[in-house]
């Protein structure tokens, strides 16, 4: 049997899934999943989810792992510290998801 090179196969046909991605990778609003609540993020540590890195004029979506969750400001605070493939940890207060907010913090569940 004679195989072209660069010949796509079935799996180059398949849409990405959880297990291809990883902290740091920009990602295609297909791949968004469910909106999070903070108290829905604080049970996935460890785990990949999806900070919506939106602007006015275009929609960003930004794959990011969640370190922990850490209090401050005397323990009345509680704090998302996420890694997203850069030297630099990510942090976002509890009161920045609040959707009352002009411009809210929202992070969503991957796809698949």
């Not at 108290?39 to 006015?56: A, E, H």
Request: glycine share 6%.
């Amino acid at each position: 049997m004679i195989q072209c090179e660069g010949q796509l196969s079935f799996m180059d046909l398949l849409t990405a899934t959880t297990n291809d991605f990883k902290p740091g990778d920009w990602i295609e609003k297909e791949n968004v999943g469910e909106q999070l609540t903070f108290d829905q993020i604080t049970q996935m540590v460890n785990q990949l989810i999806i900070m919506d890195m939106s602007t006015v004029s275009h929609e960003w979506y930004k794959v990011v792992m969640v370190e922990r969750i850490v209090m401050v400001e005397n323990n009345t605070q509680r704090r998302l510290v996420y890694y997203d493939g850069g030297k630099q940890r990510g942090m976002v207060n509890e009161m920045y998801f609040d959707e009352t907010m002009r411009f809210p913090a929202r992070a969503y569940r991957l796809k698949g």
